[in-house]
């Protein structure tokens, strides 16, 4: 009989032991789940941000100003007005159209029966440059200045290109720009308190230890150095939940909409986010875990309890 109960006291601590790790495991996953799961809104704010400006540079880069030249302008004249243009660091491509090929585009996109050679006896279309810019330089003060050294030009008969659509997708785009920015700094402010909660209630359930240690004569630094070393790897392995789940979500929007990933699509810049959301992840972690400890730490033992 009492080797017995011998049997069922060890197996009942083996049974113990074994739901305290699980606890403790199932609490440290929680935690990261989280965590990742606030990370993962901020980095898809920053991915709203960045692509959103991707995609508006691209619809930046596809307007042309096209300048209409004259029927007596020769091709040497022509010649130095293109390497002029190309010259410009503003200017991202110039294209050239003669008339043979403007007649072409006028059949292709308005008419393709249209052929004024039979009609008029002559293709009155005129040949014509046409200008694009690089989207960081496409700001009315940038059109303008072009427009007035254009219209200087002897060989060039008329400017046209889309004025107000210009200067209302540079006005949108700096709007859209602004207001993302201030969500991105609120949202990351909500983000820093919700994860320092999150690490404030895990150190919490271990505030007796900390207690413990402390009256037995451990230092301050060896009571933190366990949780600062834990919130390391916690505030990683978030931060790579969230990125994965962030590349994940960009996967599926490639997916739906693959037009987009041409002007979407930068390595160089997503693996910068996924970078900044590793390291904010484990910052944030490890301050929350610093300034937890260190309450709790200054703490009375009467006030444990409450």
Do not use: C
């Amino acid at each position: 009989m009492i080797y017995l109960r011998r049997i069922t006291l060890v197996d009942m601590s083996e049974s113990g032991d074994k739901y305290s790790n699980w606890r403790t495991t199932s609490s440290y996953i929680s935690t990261a789940i989280s965590i990742a799961m606030v990370i993962y809104v901020v980095g898809l704010l920053g991915m709203f941000l960045i692509k959103g400006k991707a995609l508006g540079d691209s619809f930046k880069e596809k307007f042309a100003f096209e300048i209409y030249l004259k029927d007596s302008a020769r091709d040497i004249e022509i010649t130095q007005l293109k390497k002029r243009l190309k010259a410009e660091n503003f200017i991202r491509k110039v294209s050239f159209k003669d008339k043979e090929h403007a007649l072409k585009e006028y059949q292709a996109e308005i008419d393709p029966k249209e052929d004024f050679t039979m009609t008029l006896g002559i293709n009155p279309l005129p040949q014509n440059i046409d200008v694009y810019f690089e989207a960081q330089y496409l700001h009315p003060d940038s059109i303008d200045m072009l427009a007035k050294e254009l219209h200087a030009e002897s060989i060039v008969k008329e400017l046209h290109y889309p004025k107000d659509l210009m200067y209302k997708v540079y006005s949108n785009v700096k709007n859209i720009s602004l207001a993302l920015l201030a969500v991105g700094g609120l949202l990351l402010v909500i983000a820093i308190g919700l994860i320092t909660n999150t690490i404030r209630l895990r150190v919490y359930a271990q505030r007796f230890i900390i207690k413990t240690m402390q009256l037995v004569g451990a230092s301050n630094w060896f009571i933190r150095k366990p949780f600062l070393a834990s919130s390391l790897v916690l505030g990683f392995f978030s931060g790579i939940l969230a990125v994965f789940a962030l590349a994940g979500t960009l996967k599926v929007i490639y997916d739906f909409w693959p037009e987009f990933q041409s002007d979407l699509e930068n390595v160089k810049f997503d693996l910068l986010l996924y970078s900044a959301m590793i390291i904010i992840s484990i910052a944030i972690t490890w301050f929350a875990t610093q300034i937890a400890v260190g309450k709790f730490l200054r703490l009375k033992t009467d006030k444990l309890y409450y």
